[in-house]
């Protein structure tokens, strides 16, 4: 057997490289959206079925954000904190423990340390500011697909 070329990638390199490809098939990334307040919860679905992300379902609740999340399984769900029944930071410790590669955002109109800490320890990949630029919400979910398909790992290294 031959050493690889000088400048090639070894083939361990090169089989991670084809796994992670044949992990992503090019579909667009799958978000269950959860958003209490409907003036704002179809608007956003609009931009996100602008930017090409499939909205597999919305809820209104906490609660709902569990049920749905394990009926539909969407690799992304992107929540608001400030929910009825159950806030978002439960719903969220309750989705990651029952789906732990499904990745949570965090949407909510509070900037504030405490809550960013609050999400992560719940178990949330990213914390947005709404009103943030839509471009961040659409590599945010894009991201957060990846890893929930297994494409890139948390450190952002191929698994």
Request: glycine share 8%.
């Amino acid at each position: 057997m031959s050493a690889p070329e000088q400048g090639s990638a070894p083939v361990s390199d090169l089989r991670r490289d084809q796994e992670r490809r044949a992990a992503w098939d090019g579909s667009p990334p799958r978000v269950l959206l959860v958003e209490d307040e409907e003036e704002v919860r179809v608007p956003l679905r609009e931009l996100l079925e602008d930017m090409g992300i499939e909205v597999a379902g919305e809820a209104g609740d906490g609660e709902e954000a569990i049920e749905l999340a394990g009926r539909l399984q969407p690799e992304v769900v992107l929540m608001d904190l400030r929910l009825p029944k159950m806030d978002g930071l439960s719903a969220s410790r309750a989705i990651k423990d029952r789906h732990p590669r499904m990745q949570v955002i965090i949407l909510s109109v509070y900037d504030d340390d405490q809550l960013r800490v609050g999400a992560l320890d719940a178990g949330a990949t990213l914390y947005l500011v709404k009103g943030c630029q839509p471009w961040l919400v659409e590599q945010a979910i894009t991201s957060c697909a990846n890893l929930a398909r297994g494409v890139v790992s948390a450190d952002g290294e191929a698994p």
